[in-house]
């Protein structure tokens, strides 16, 4: 029998990635919109334009729930989360690549 070789891609697993200019643009459109959809839930529920939405409208009966301040807690949460992953999204995109990295010399 033949030993069997791996796939290129499976091959070349271990090489470093470089990320092309698309990719970076796609990262940092991400970031724009789970930083603005954060922010947006982070302060929106405890605005005074929160009492005369449409979607409150819509569902008369959940103003209790609308209105909580539990159920406006959660949606600040949310928001809290979405700014932490694009901040994450930062800090990982700002991370030098491996073959970039110096080796200190002993």
Request: glycine letters at 6%.
């Given at each position: 029998?033949?030993?069997?070789?791996?796939?290129?891609?499976?091959?070349?697993?271990?090489?470093?990635?470089?990320?092309?200019?698309?990719?970076r643009?796609?990262?940092?459109?991400?970031?724009?919109?789970?930083?603005?959809?954060?922010?947006?839930?982070?302060?929106?529920?405890?605005?005074?334009?929160?009492?005369?939405?449409?979607?409150?409208?819509?569902?008369?009966?959940?103003?209790?729930?609308?209105?909580?301040?539990?159920?406006?807690?959660?949606?600040?949460?949310?928001?809290l989360?979405?700014?932490?992953?694009?901040?994450?999204?930062?800090?990982?995109?700002?991370?030098?690549?491996?073959?970039?990295l110096?080796?200190?010399?002993?």
């Amino acid at each position: 029998m033949q030993p069997v070789t791996p796939p290129a891609s499976v091959a070349e697993a271990g090489a470093p990635v470089k990320r092309t200019w698309v990719q970076r643009l796609g990262t940092l459109l991400f970031v724009l919109v789970c930083f603005e959809v954060g922010a947006f839930l982070l302060l929106f529920p405890w605005m005074d334009y929160w009492d005369h939405n449409s979607i409150a409208a819509l569902a008369p009966w959940m103003r209790g729930v609308w209105d909580s301040a539990y159920f406006r807690g959660a949606l600040s949460g949310l928001g809290l989360v979405n700014i932490y992953i694009a901040l994450a999204e930062i800090f990982r995109l700002r991370r030098p690549r491996p073959d970039r990295l110096k080796v200190p010399v002993l």
